[in-house]
């Protein structure tokens, strides 16, 4: 099942973004890490995405704006939220958007694996 899913991981931070796709290269899936939610966007292998993990609190283009456009632009992919910061309103924002989980920094394999499966449950994959 984890061959044909596709994250795509956005978060501003470089150590967080090489731990992620170590992280999920180890469970075996496709990875691709984007600095921004404009470099997301600007790449034409984003809409292979099965599934995205992005930073809420993004420079430029927060998460949440993120997830709006997607929505915007139709594009079903299934968001998982990190924050370094848990914030219950947020979280309920991002919820009641569809949003598949939100997770809190550092993530843990526990903890995501059980989301990008939730994901993928989403989309079919």
Request: contains cysteine; glycine residues 8%; proline residues 5%.
């Amino acid at each position: 099942m984890s061959g044909s899913i596709v994250v795509s991981i956005i978060d501003g931070d470089v150590s967080v973004r090489t731990a992620l796709v170590r992280l999920l290269r180890g469970m075996g899936l496709r990875v691709a890490a984007f600095a921004s939610a404009e470099a997301f966007f600007d790449d034409p292998m984003a809409a292979c995405a099965t599934c995205v993990i992005v930073d809420v609190n993004l420079g430029g283009t927060s998460g949440l704006a993120l997830q709006r456009t997607l929505a915007e632009r139709q594009v079903p992919i299934p968001i998982i939220f990190l924050t370094g910061r848990d914030d219950p309103a947020l979280a309920r924002q991002a919820r009641e958007a569809g949003a598949v989980a939100w997770l809190t920094k550092p993530v843990l394999e526990q903890d995501l694996w059980p989301a990008i499966m939730a994901a993928q449950h989403q989309t079919g994959t």
